[in-house]
């Protein structure tokens, strides 16, 4: 008795009840259910390509805008702690010792190892404010 593999390969028209589909079948002689499915198929498949695109050119178009640091540069004779820089213009009072600095939309704020928080218009570099923290 010959098995499934020798009646498939020698080119039989006629599909075996069950088994797969005939080779030679044409598109338009598939059943109405399995059209709809292929259809369905490469629609999605064309759905995710086209998703995926779009994806790798959001990525390539905004990551490089989002990485790029625009920041202030360490002014000269100002020593600090390693990774961290001060807008250049802005002078912290004598002793004080910066911590911490963070950055808002027209000002800076400098955190001290005396506790204070000094915010600095960021565009003049004059002192606005200061906080002092109870500890």
């Known amino acids: 008795m010959p098995d499934i593999d020798e009646r498939t ?19 338009q002689d598939l059943p109405p259910d399995l059209r709809l499915l292929k259809g369905l198929v490469t629609a999605l498949t064309a759905t995710m390509i086209g ?3 779009i994806l790798i050119a959001l990525f390539v178009t ?4 989002a990485a790029s640091p625009v920041g202030p540069s360490m002014p ?5 702690p390693a990774g961290m820089t001060l807008p250049a213009g ?10 911490a ?10 955190v001290t190892d005396k506790d204070q928080i000094l915010i600095f218009d960021a565009a003049t570099g004059t002192l606005r404010q200061t906080v002092t923290l109870a500890p």
């Open 62 to 65: 905004r990551l490089p805008k």
């Open 101 to 110: 600095v963070t950055f808002g939309i027209g000002w800076v704020a400098v």
């Open 76 to 80: 000269a004779g100002l020593a600090l």
């Open 51 to 53: 998703g995926l695109l």
């Open 9 to 27: 390969s020698q080119g039989s028209d006629q599909a075996a009840p069950g088994g797969p589909a005939p080779r030679g079948l044409a598109p």
């Open 90 to 99: 802005l002078t912290l009072p004598a002793g004080a010792a910066p911590r």
